[in-house]
């Protein structure tokens, strides 16, 4: 069996990054590590939009619109629960409640979030490993003006309009990394960390207890993908975010955020003049296009990652 | 205020007797009783069958055709659980998912069943009170040659083909009336046994402590519609459970069944001839069409029903 390469995720930025690689390297080799910070209990049920967006893309099942949820996917259980008052400002298909459903049912049963997930995606045929970064509960709670807020409730209920003042992690020194993944990353022929927020979807991963320091002292590359590119985000609310936390809005402040674990920084043909910058946090960069517009730009993008890789 | 109606009631026999009887009485009067014995817990959500026929038919917005679920109700997030290997002999439509997860979650969070099916109906427009016959746990289990059976796993997962060797209401001597319940019929104008299986949709009800007790000593007039007409249950499997339970298979059965506190006993035509033998356990008898093939039948047998009423 080859050496694991490991990816660290988010939801769609990092989920169309990785339905590239897969098809570039032996998805066999391939764990993905998922965030679950932002996982919500939403009508009863445990909901992990990062792992299901990566899950979903990777099955082929995506909404191509969204990039989450469902390809035609109804809503029917949605409106009739909002026709009962309940609250129904989060997007939830009929085949989609179907997961939920699967894994609170399991969870409650006493299963793992990493034993469901494997379940999961084993019903749905994926080549690779998929697991959340930690099996204990970490929320991401956002500071605004208005108070601190549910990660949900910012980003969906309010639309990432609010400004954020601060971030934090709820749980995330007291949670364990997934079973296998410090020896995952260990052992690693590589690690990617995927075009993802850094702040709220990488961020947490890298707060759960000794998965950083697992990261600095793996011998293997360190590849990371700027999710910022030309100065503004390739998805979602990054570039406010980082804005309103002080942070150079740039592929460059990403670098500055990965720069004690990161070894080769992948930044996009547009933000080539950064290159010095990024270099002299002691990175090497590889300049590339990195939006991927196509099937064929996903996987020349993941080639250029894969490269790197031993 | 008027003093209320009291209706024993199952499922969908009842539920259509129900529909006949808010057309020809003030509906704001009808105390409805349902039978929770077959309430189940399915992929982690809790089931209230009989509550929910009772409602959606009386909403206008049962299935026309089952009699039961939701008229137009579409399938695609049990699918999507069967692809996930979850059991799904019990059929669930998308709509009829939203109100288990609204009924488990508000159960979860503290509210009873009887403020929960308050809850639903109001949202639904019922004019009627609907209560559980209890608020607590208790389930039918049906004793066959195999084992012993949850009444779901008996009555829909095996289609009732297991020859019934014994029923009994787990939890039932130690459940208390619903909320209101004892004082409802000890105060009714009138109090009525609708044409529902007598063992498994009406004997859980009268299993409850105190309920079989307070319809004895109730000063008010006790109807019950025999649902055996011909030697022949109206709907399921009645005739055939209590052949097998050694009962007589007609409505002089029923009766027998009732014989301690019904004083009014409402049978059909096809049936006259046994109304001597009912009148000789001390009841009433009156004969009418009790065959529910439109809304004039239905109205027609409920206005026999009501005229007992005082």
Chains 1, 2 share one sequence.
């Not at 996982?39 to 992990?48: P, V």
């Not at 299963?111 to 930690?134: D, F, R, S, Y």
């Not at 270099?279 to 993941?302: F, Q, Y």
Request: overall charge positive; some cysteine.
């Amino acid at each position: 069996m080859s050496k694991p390469i490991v990816a660290l995720a988010g939801g769609v930025g990092a989920a169309r990054f990785l339905d590239g690689l897969v098809r570039v390297i032996d998805p066999a080799r391939l764990w993905i590590v998922g965030n679950t910070a932002d996982d919500t209990e939403m009508h009863g049920l445990h909901i992990s939009p990062d792992l299901d967006t990566v899950a979903y893309t990777l099955a082929g099942l995506a909404n191509p619109q969204h990039g989450w949820g469902l390809a035609g996917d109804t809503f029917h259980c949605l409106e009739a629960l909002r026709k009962l008052g309940a609250e129904a400002w989060f997007q939830l298909g009929d085949r989609d409640f179907a997961t939920h459903l699967y894994r609170t049912e399991r969870l409650r049963e006493g299963a793992t979030l990493t034993q469901v997930t494997a379940e999961l995606i084993a019903a749905w045929g994926l080549p690779c490993k998929l697991v959340p970064m930690t099996d204990q509960r970490v929320r991401t709670l956002v500071k605004t003006r208005g108070g601190v807020l549910d990660f949900q409730t910012y980003f969906v209920r309010r639309r990432a309009h609010d400004t954020v003042l601060g971030v934090t992690f709820d749980g995330a020194r007291r949670a364990r990394p997934a079973h296998g993944l410090l020896q995952a990353i260990r052992q690693a022929a590589g690690i990617i960390i995927c075009p993802s927020n850094p702040i709220i979807s990488i961020g947490p991963i890298l707060a759960v207890a000794g998965i950083r320091e697992a990261l600095r002292e793996s011998a293997a590359t360190v590849a990371a993908i700027s999710p910022i590119v030309g100065g503004r985000a390739l998805k979602g609310p990054a570039a406010r975010m980082m804005k309103s936390l002080g942070m150079r809005v740039s592929a460059l402040g990403v670098a500055e955020l990965y720069r004690d674990f990161v070894d080769v920084f992948i930044l996009d043909q547009v933000d080539a003049g950064q290159a010095a910058k990024v270099e002299a946090l002691g990175m090497r960069v590889v300049v590339t296009d990195t939006i991927m517009t196509s099937i064929a730009k996903k996987k020349a993008l993941a080639r250029a990652a894969a490269e790197l890789m031993t």
